[in-house]
């Protein structure tokens, strides 16, 4: 019986030797592991430092831009008032003319028979300047025949003396 102490121990010794081998096997498979992380990690850590450069280059050229922005939006605040006060001041021609309007047209609607009689007056003046422009150039025309006749009835009386 004694062999089967010595079997079961040469067994377990077996077991043990085998246990060991494959604990290394998993440690230096881990060892290979951690030392890929552990490159992997130091390339992470160089391109944040990179990362954190351009932050802040990128923070500095913001900080530039918001105060451009801001100088160029006060300098826009008083074009925009300037535009403000010539729309305000656009609508006030446009009330005053509006007003003139409305007052030509309530006096031409005060006015319009007076309008219209002075429009009757109007046409019967020229009517009357141009009958007498034809009486006129009839009368100038009787005249000219007559002093035709005379001349005419001079000459004859010329020539029989």
């Given amino acids: 019986m004694e ?10 010794a077996i077991g043990f030797l085998i246990l060991c081998i494959s604990v290394g096997m998993t440690l230096f498979s881990l060892k290979n592991t951690l030392n890929s992380m ?3 990690i130091a390339g992470i850590e160089g391109q944040m430092e990179g990362i954190t450069r351009e932050t802040t280059s990128l923070l500095a050229k913001t900080n530039t ?3 451009d922005i801001t ?8 074009v925009v008032d300037a535009v403000k006060n010539i729309g305000v001041s656009v609508n ?4 005053s003319i509006q007003q003139i309007t409305s007052s030509i047209s309530s006096e031409v609607s005060k006015n319009e028979e007076k309008i219209a009689q002075v429009v009757q007056w109007s046409n019967v ?3 009357i300047a141009d009958k007498w422009k034809q009486r006129k150039a009839i009368n100038q025309h009787d005249v000219d025949e007559a002093t035709d006749e005379i001349v005419k009835k001079s000459s004859k009386f010329k020539r029989r003396k």
């Fill in 3 to 12: 062999i089967i102490l010595y079997i079961a121990a040469l067994l377990a």
């Fill in 38 to 40: 552990a490159g992997t």
């Fill in 65 to 67: 831009l918001a105060e």
């Fill in 71 to 78: 100088e160029k939006s006060e300098k826009l605040n008083s």
């Fill in 92 to 95: 006030g021609l446009n009330t």
């Fill in 125 to 127: 003046a020229m009517e």
